[in-house]
């Protein structure tokens, strides 16, 4: 009977996306045995600090490094991450494979909508792409930083005296926590982080048996758009924690449509693009909507980021 260790976060988030993920495998293959392995990240470990300085500490990503390091070493067989989180290149002998589908794409809104909001209302969110995107529309608004897994963060409105918290849709619905939503900021005016609402399912490319069990449920479709996000992304330089705002959808002829954004993080400059093409080339089309944003001025706004958080 084959056996397999599958590594993620310690959240309740990552453990419903691991249930979420062996569902379907464990349906069609009885025989084979899935264990659950907790990996402790050091964006868990330090809730407080900046992201971009636990990113430094860590030598990598703040929610991946040592969930693949684990990988790597053999301690797991593969891990579900959240997509969004992932750094566009995988460390050597790692390879991703396509997502599983994906949850809502949208930010959302929690205890209020955008119009509801007071004049000056506290809105808590962490992330550089909303805080940009969100001075972009609403540049009244005091953004308070938050940090913390999603039901911390929601209960941040009654425990800071927030008005609204700004999340993503897929893990609330993902938790059951739906109800929390004020409204599902519109995507034109807040594109997502590339991946976000997809899982990340990345093993050793060595390992091929389990890459052809795991490939099986697969969406194909949904591994176009997310790659094509993630070469936006990569050819812009970018990460996590840069305003970089992403979308991939394939239209009813079967082309990939690929929407993007780069938002300084005061709100007061703005980028964005939309191409087409075809879907058997995600990663050409990712990387051409990013020439095109890098000739309106977006690596001008991304230095002038990098250079803010690093002081920061």
Not at 229 to 237: Q, T
């Amino acid at each position: 009977m084959a056996q397999y260790l599958v590594g993620s976060r310690a959240s309740n988030l990552a453990k419903v996306q691991v249930r979420e993920y062996l569902r379907p495998l464990r349906a069609r293959f009885s025989g084979v045995v899935f264990t659950h392995r907790v990996i402790l990240e050091g964006g868990d470990r330090d809730r407080k600090s900046p992201l971009s300085d636990v990113s430094a500490v860590s030598g990598g990503s703040a929610f991946s490094t040592e969930q693949e390091a684990a990988l790597s070493r053999g301690d797991v067989d593969v891990v579900v991450h959240s997509l969004k989180d992932l750094p566009t290149a995988n460390p050597p002998g790692l390879v991703l494979l396509p997502p599983p589908g994906r949850e809502d794409v949208r930010d959302a809104l929690c205890g209020s909508t955008l119009a509801g909001l007071r004049k000056g209302a506290r809105v808590g969110t962490g992330a550089p792409r909303r805080i940009a995107q969100l001075l972009a529309v609403r540049p009244d608004l005091e953004v308070v930083p938050i940090r913390g897994n999603v039901p911390p963060r929601l209960k941040k409105i009654q425990t800071e005296g927030l008005d609204a918290v700004v999340l993503a849709a897929a893990g609330l619905r993902r938790l059951g926590l739906e109800d929390a939503i004020g409204e599902l900021l519109p995507l034109d005016l807040f594109p997502p982080s590339p991946g976000q609402g997809a899982l990340g399912i990345q093993v050793r490319e060595e390992d091929s048996a389990l890459r052809e069990l795991l490939v099986t449920v697969g969406d194909l479709k949904v591994d176009a758009e997310v790659r094509a996000e993630r070469a936006l992304l990569a050819e812009l330089h970018g990460g996590c924690s840069v305003p970089v705002g992403a979308y991939a959808e394939t239209l009813p002829d079967g082309k990939l449509r690929v929407s993007g954004q780069v938002t300084s993080l005061d709100g007061r400059r703005r980028v964005s693009g939309m191409i087409d093409g075809p879907s058997t080339e995600p990663e050409k089309i990712g990387a051409a909507l990013a020439r095109d944003l890098i000739d309106q001025g977006a690596h001008s706004i991304l230095d002038a980021v990098r250079a803010a958080l690093a002081v920061s």
